[in-house]
T-cell receptor, first 115, second 114 residues
């Protein structure tokens, strides 16, 4: 069975602090994809990043970085120098290649960045 | 700009009513999804469709049905609304053309059943 676990329900940080959001996944597939989405207060989920199971390179995009480790089945997301605008719910998701694939989401982590 | 549009942001319905939630996408995507979002439970898949008139049950299909008569439109139907269906409903679409493509989401419909 496929599963995504985001153990952190809510995190509060002060502006400019670094914060890491954890994501642990379970799958028996050898080919799969992992995603991170941001849900601001407006409600619409915004795609942030996709990573396939064969690419373990870390990725950095501005203040955002992602660490994918197959050995620990983790795909963690770090925000450096957090800002108030980063306040949102962040979801990690998993999908598999081929067929009528679907997306399995974690329960989300609510990040509050305080000014 | 890619767009997934849900017909209503907020809905209030009475118990026992038949409720239609509409979703339209303009990206010519093959796949469309309906999720339900509840605090502490994340997004749970209700139904998805991978082609016109094709549908598959997700994890929590009970009390819901769907309709996809045209590629761009995917409707979620609550046959007889109940208070435990009060929730945020999110529609999404994705392309099958590129494997591992991301899903695009609508703005959500917050449904309250009284």
């Amino acid at each position: 069975a496929q599963k995504v676990t985001q153990a952190q329900t809510e995190i509060s940080v002060v502006e400019k602090e670094d914060v890491t959001l954890d994501c642990v996944y379970e799958t028996r597939d050898t080919t799969y994809y992992l995603f991170w989405y941001k849900q601001p207060p407006s409600g619409e989920l915004v795609f942030l990043i996709r990573r396939n199971s064969f690419d373990e390179q870390n990725e950095i995009s501005g203040r955002y970085s992602w660490n994918f480790q197959k050995s620990t089945s983790s795909f963690n997301f770090t925000i450096t120098a957090s800002q108030v605008v980063d306040s949102a719910v962040y979801f990690c998701a998993l999908s598999k290649k081929g067929g009528t694939y679907k997306y399995i989401f974690g329960t989300g982590t609510r990040l509050k960045v305080l000014a | 700009d890619v767009k997934v549009t849900q017909s209503s942001r907020y809905l209030v319905k009475r118990t026992g009513e038949k409720v239609f939630l509409e979703c339209v996408q303009d990206m010519d995507h093959e796949n469309m999804f309906w999720y339900r979002q509840d605090p502490g439970l994340g997004l749970r898949l209700i139904y998805f469709s991978y082609d016109v008139k094709m549908k598959e049950k997700g994890d929590i299909p009970e009390g819901y049905s769907v309709s996809r008569e045209k590629k761009e439109r995917f409707s979620l139907i609550l046959e007889s609304a109940s208070t435990n269906q009060t929730s945020m409903y999110l529609c999404a679409s994705s392309s099958t053309g590129g494997v591992g493509t991301e899903a695009f989401f609508g703005q959500g419909t917050r449904l309250t059943v009284v």
